[in-house]
């Protein structure tokens, strides 16, 4: 079984900075896509960045925010720069992952972490 365990959230000032972290556990051959979404109240989950061939970025955040990831520690990360009270939200990661060699690919979900940006 595969989880996804986010950390890094929390309570910051506008102008500060955050980074997400996520990290997957279980059996995991293979990960193509790590991305990170948000959701705000009353508003529907968004795409905030994606990492497959190369890196993609809404456009409220690119240039502010960063993602990575490292393949050995299946490990997705995204460094937020410069915070606004719009990026208040919870914040999710997602992978597509292959379980083993030649096997289909899944979609799976951290359980979402809270980012509060106020003064």
């Known amino acids: 079984q595969v989880q996804l365990v986010e950390s890094g959230g929390g309570l910051v000032q506008p102008g500060g900075s955050l980074k997400l972290s996520c990290v997957a556990s279980?059996?995991?051959?293979?990960?193509?896509?790590m991305a990170w979404y948000r959701q705000a109240p009353g508003r529907e989950r968004e795409l905030v960045a994606s990492y497959g061939g190369s890196e993609n970025y809404a456009d409220s955040v690119r240039g502010r925010f960063t993602i990575s990831r490292d393949n050995a520690k299946n490990a997705a990360y995204l460094q937020m720069n410069s915070l606004r009270p719009e990026d208040t939200a919870v914040y999710y990661c997602k992978f597509d992952a292959q379980t083993r060699s030649w096997g289909p690919w899944y979609v799976y979900w951290g359980q979402g972490t809270q980012v509060t940006v106020s003064s």
């Open positions: 279980g059996s995991i051959f293979s990960i193509s896509t």
